[in-house]
C-alpha cells in the first residue's frame, strides 16, 4: 500500500470494525476533547453542524500531536423532538429514553473529518431518519436486560447491528451513517489522500 499513515481519532468499536472491514489501514489514537465545552458552544438546534464540529474538533486535537499522519475524526448526534438526545447516564434514563421515541422518528447524524499538519482538509455529515416501532413495554424490558450497560456507550440507547435492529420499523439512509460514520465519502477522500489505492 502506499506511505501515507491513517489514524482513527475514536475510541469507537464500529467505526474501528467499519474501516477494518473496508480493509482500510490505520491506528488508533484517542482524541482528548472536552466535548461538554464544544456542545456549550453549539446552536443545540443544529445537530448536523455539531456532529461536523466535534469530529474536526476530535480530528485536530490529533493532527496536532502527529502532523505527517491524516487524521480522521468522528461523531455522531441524535435529534429528536427539537433537540439533542446524548448518551443515557443509567440504564433507567435509558429505559425512559427509548420509551420517549416509541413510534416515533429521529435523525442520525454522522460526521467525519481529516486532518493534517494541524489542518482540517476535509469534513462532511450524512442523514439518516429512523422510525422507531410501537414496541411493547415486555419488549422493551427484555431488550435492555438483554443488551445490558454495553447500551450507555450507544447515542440513543441502541446499536442497530444488534438486538437493537427490533427497535425499529423502517430507516431511510444509509447502513454506515447509523452505526456512526459516512463511511463511502471516507473512503473516497481517504483514496484522494493517497491512504488506499486508487
Avoid: C
Wanted: proline residues 3%; negative net charge; hydrophobic residues 50%.
Amino acid at each position: 500500500m502506499s506511505g501515507e499513515r491513517l489514524i482513527l481519532a475514536s475510541k469507537s468499536a464500529a467505526r474501528r470494525a467499519m474501516l477494518e472491514g473496508a480493509g482500510v489501514p490505520f491506528s488508533v489514537h484517542v482524541a482528548e476533547v472536552d466535548e461538554d465545552v464544544v456542545k456549550a458552544a453549539h446552536d443545540p438546534a443544529d445537530a448536523a453542524g455539531l456532529a461536523l464540529e466535534l469530529a474536526r474538533v476530535k480530528a485536530l486535537a490529533v493532527s496536532r500531536h502527529d502532523p505527517e499522519a491524516w487524521v480522521l475524526g468522528a461523531d455522531q448526534t441524535l435529534a429528536f423532538a427539537g433537540g439533542l438526545v446524548s448518551k443515557a447516564p443509567s440504564m433507567t434514563a435509558a429505559r425512559a429514553q427509548l420509551a420517549a421515541m416509541r413510534g416515533r422518528s429521529h435523525q442520525l447524524h454522522s460526521a467525519a473529518a481529516l486532518a493534517r499538519n494541524g489542518q482540517v482538509v476535509w469534513s462532511d455529515v450524512d442523514t439518516v431518519t429512523l422510525r422507531v416501532r410501537d414496541f411493547s413495554d415486555v419488549f422493551l424490558d427484555a431488550y435492555l436486560t438483554a443488551e445490558g450497560e454495553a447500551l450507555l456507550a450507544s447515542v440513543g440507547s441502541y446499536r442497530l447491528e444488534g438486538m437493537g435492529a427490533q427497535l425499529f420499523e423502517a430507516v431511510d439512509g444509509d447502513y454506515f451513517t447509523v452505526l456512526g460514520m459516512p463511511l463511502w465519502p471516507v473512503l473516497a477522500e481517504l483514496r484522494r489522500a493517497g491512504v488506499l489505492a486508487t
